[in-house]
């Protein structure tokens, strides 16, 4: 059983920078693919970025060129790193672990609570 708890999210105007981690619980951390996922009021949870075990990035488009995701391996942790924020980037973010590779909520055997980020215009 792997335990995901994220941090920081908060509130930030327009055009700020925020950065998201995400700690996890199991000593083979290492070995699952790391996404972040969001869920804006209304919609659905959508797909933000994953990180493979050895360092590969996949990000939606809407995202790419302003949000970073890296991981600390030693210390069992996933960033994402938000800059350039959106008023449509507010949202609840969660983490999830994936012992493979991919974009799909199906993929992920493992889920975080949750953190919230407001973008102010």
């Known amino acids: 059983q792997v335990q995901l708890v994220e941090s920081g999210g908060g509130l930030v105007q327009a055009g700020g920078s925020l950065r998201l981690s995400c700690a996890a619980s199991?000593?083979?951390?290492?070995?699952?693919?790391m996404g972040w996922f969001r869920q804006a009021p209304g919609k659905e949870r959508e797909f933000v970025a994953v990180?493979?075990?050895?360092?590969?990035?996949t990000y939606t488009d809407s995202v790419k060129g302003r949000f970073t995701i890296s991981r600390d391996n030693a210390k069992n942790t996933v960033y994402l790193q938000m800059n350039s924020l959106k008023p449509e980037d507010t949202a609840v973010y969660y983490c999830?672990?994936?012992?493979?590779?991919?974009?799909?909520?199906?993929?992920?055997?493992?889920w975080g609570q949750g953190t919230q980020v407001t973008v102010s215009s």
């Open positions: 999830a672990a994936s012992p493979g590779y991919g974009t799909k909520e199906y993929e992920y055997d493992y």
């Open positions: 199991e000593r083979t951390f290492s070995r699952y693919a």
């Open positions: 990180i493979s075990w050895n360092g590969y990035t």
